[in-house]
C-alpha cells in the first residue's frame, strides 16, 4: 500500500520496516498496522486541530503543565504559539498516560515509543489470534457482563489511583483481549488533581461502562460506584485492591454556598498574588 505521509518518516529512519494495511480511523487519529522487525504492531498518526472532530477540548486540557511559564501563559490566551502547544500537549497525553498507566499495572496497550507525532503501540490480539473486537461489537453473556463490568470498575479505580481519569471511556474504546478488556485512546486522559471537571468525567465513565454492561445484566444499573470511588480518593483511602460495594448514600444536608463561595474567592486572590510574584520574577530575569 502507499505509505502514509505521515508514518514516512519511521520508514526512512528504520523504525517501522513496512506499513501492511490501515486499522481504523477516527476523530483523533487513524491507526496502521506496521511491520518492526519480525513482529507486528499499531502505529497511531495523530490528526492536526483543524481535522480532528473532538469537541470541547479545553475542558480536557484544563491542569496539563506547558514547558514553560510562557508557554502556560501563551496556551491560555490562545496565541498562535499557544495553540501550538496546546497541540504538543494533546499529542503527547496518551503517550504519558500509557506509559504511566503500564507502570500502575492497568491493562493497556503497550507503547513502544513516539516519533514524529507518531505513538507506536502493541497490538491487541482476541483468543483466536486476530486483532481485538471493540467491546461494542461483541454481545456478552449476563455472567461475561458482570465478569466485564466489575474488571473495568478496578480498572478506572486503579487509573485513579495513578492520578488519571480516562475521561471518554465507553464501550467503543475498549478491546476484548485474548486475556479480556483492554482500555485504548487516551489522548483525552485527564489530570485527576488538576481538572475541575475530575469528578463529573469519572463519573461518565463509570456510567458509560456500566450502561453497556447492565444492557445484558441489569441489575449493575442500580449501582453507585462512581460516588464511592470518588468519596474514597477524596480521602485519600483508596487504593487498587479497594473493595467497593456499588452502594452510596448521599449527603442530603444543604450545602453552604456562602462558605464555598469564600473559599474560591481566597483561592483566586491567592493565585492572582502568586502569578504577580511569577510575573516580577521573570521581569527582573529578563532584565539582567
Request: aromatic share 6%.
Amino acid at each position: 500500500m502507499k505509505i502514509p505521509k505521515g508514518l514516512q518518516p519511521l520508514i526512512d529512519d528504520g523504525i517501522v520496516d513496512a506499513v501492511i494495511r490501515p486499522l481504523k480511523s477516527g476523530k483523533e487519529a487513524a491507526v496502521y498496522l506496521v511491520a518492526c522487525g519480525s513482529e507486528i504492531r499499531c502505529a497511531k498518526v495523530y490528526k492536526d486541530a483543524e481535522q480532528r472532530g473532538f469537541h470541547k477540548l479545553a475542558e480536557y486540557q484544563e491542569g496539563r503543565k506547558a514547558r514553560g511559564s510562557r508557554d502556560a501563559r501563551a496556551m491560555g490566551r490562545r496565541s498562535r504559539h499557544g495553540r501550538r502547544e496546546q497541540e504538543i500537549a494533546w499529542k503527547n497525553a496518551e503517550v504519558d498516560a500509557l506509559y504511566r498507566l503500564t507502570a500502575a499495572g492497568v491493562r493497556v496497550p503497550r507503547p513502544f515509543g513516539y516519533y514524529e507525532g507518531v505513538l507506536v503501540m502493541e497490538r491487541i490480539l482476541d483468543a483466536d489470534g486476530e486483532v481485538a473486537q471493540r467491546l461494542n461489537d461483541v454481545e456478552p453473556t449476563p455472567d461475561e457482563a458482570r465478569q466485564w463490568h466489575a474488571f473495568l470498575i478496578g480498572q478506572i479505580v486503579r487509573m485513579l489511583c495513578a492520578g488519571l481519569i480516562h475521561g471518554d471511556l465507553s464501550e467503543f474504546n475498549v478491546l476484548l483481549g485474548a486475556v479480556g478488556p483492554v482500555i485504548i485512546d487516551l489522548p483525552q486522559a485527564v489530570d485527576a488533581a488538576g481538572n475541575n471537571n475530575a469528578f463529573r468525567m469519572l463519573a461518565r465513565d463509570v456510567a458509560n461502562i456500566t450502561a453497556y454492561c447492565g444492557r445484558f445484566a441489569p441489575e449493575l444499573l442500580a449501582t453507585e460506584y462512581a460516588h464511592e470511588i470518588w468519596k474514597l480518593y477524596q480521602a485519600s483511602e483508596l487504593r487498587p485492591d479497594s473493595v467497593l460495594t456499588g452502594h452510596f448514600v448521599h449527603d442530603a444536608r444543604s450545602a453552604d454556598v456562602d462558605g464555598v463561595l469564600l473559599q474560591i474567592e481566597e483561592a483566586r486572590r491567592e493565585a492572582e498574588r502568586r502569578q504577580m510574584g511569577r510575573d516580577a520574577a521573570e521581569a527582573e530575569q529578563a532584565a539582567e
